[in-house]
Nanobody
Framework: QVQLVESGGGSVQAGGSLRLSCAVS???????MGWFRQAPGKEREGVAA????????????YYSDSVKGRFTISQDNAKKILYLQMNSLKPEDTAMYYC???????????????????WGQGTQVIVSS
């Protein structure tokens, strides 16, 4: 059983930055980790994902078009933490952000909720204009 705990959400003005963290109880090789978000009245959507394709030193990253160039996903393998650095935030980035873990996933399944088995409880991000 993999447990995920997100933190780092909050309120920020447009153009600002936040860094989300996801503490993972068990890091595994050949796994995928992702960040998803869900705004009120909308479906949960994939934002960024990392595929640990060859242990923890070789991986692939994927981003949705809406965040590409602004968000960066990374991991600290020693601390078992997944990060999402969010820069140039926009009001449309306002949502509950979730961390997820699953088996090896390549694009496009890596950004699809159906690909993931384990989910955190979420952390709220509010971006004001």
């Amino acid at each position: 059983q993999v447990q995920l705990v997100e933190s780092g959400g909050g309120s920020v003005q447009a153009g600002g930055s936040l860094r989300l963290s996801c503490a993972v109880s068990a890091y595994t090789y050949k796994a995928s980790m992702g960040w998803f978000r869900q705004a009120p009245g909308k479906e949960r959507e994939g934002v960024a994902a990392v595929w640990l394709t060859g242990g923890t030193t070789y991986y692939s990253t994927y981003y949705s078009d809406s965040v590409k160039g602004r968000f960066t996903i990374s991991q600290d393998n020693a601390k078992k933490i997944l990060y999402l650095q969010m820069n140039s935030l926009k009001p449309e980035d306002t949502a509950m952000y979730y961390c997820a873990a699953g088996p090896s996933l390549s694009f496009p399944l890596a950004l699809n909720v159906k690909g993931y088995t384990y989910w955190g409880q979420g952390t709220q991000v509010i971006v004001s204009s």
